[in-house]
Nanobody, 113 residues
Framework: QVQLVESGGGLVQPGGSLRLSCAAS????????MGWYRQAPGKERELVAH???????TYADSVKGRFTISRDSAKNTVYLQMNSLKPEDTAVYYC???????WGKGILVTVSS
């Protein structure tokens, strides 16, 4: 069972940027699929961004052009660069790696003035 630890969250003003990191306890080479999900209060968890081992990425329409997902296999880490943040981006962000499906504990991102 791999451990996924998220970091880089916090409070940021609208229009600001944050970079989330997801560090895995072992090699991420075995994971064909890695991604970031988020869950806002009172809402279901939703996909934010996804990256495969081959490199292709997928983004939710709401974050296209603002967020960028990347993976560094040498560091066993996946990143989510978030720019032009909006209040509606406020949520707990979770890292995911599969197969099998593994989840991090989540990290809070708050966008507010």
């Amino acid at each position: 069972q791999v451990q996924l630890v998220e970091s880089g969250g916090g409070l940021v003003q609208p229009g600001g940027s944050l970079r989330l990191s997801c560090a895995a306890s072992g090699s991420i080479f075995r994971f064909n699929s890695m991604g970031w999900y988020r869950q806002a209060p009172g809402k279901e968890r939703e996909l934010v961004a996804h990256i495969t081992s081959g490199g292709p990425t997928t983004y939710a329409d709401s974050v296209k052009g603002r967020f960028t997902i990347s993976r560094d296999s040498a560091k066993n880490t996946v990143y989510l660069q978030m720019n032009s943040l909006k209040p509606e981006d406020t949520a707990v962000y979770y890292c995911m790696a599969a197969p099998p499906v593994n989840w991090g504990k989540g990290i809070l991102v708050t966008v507010s003035s």
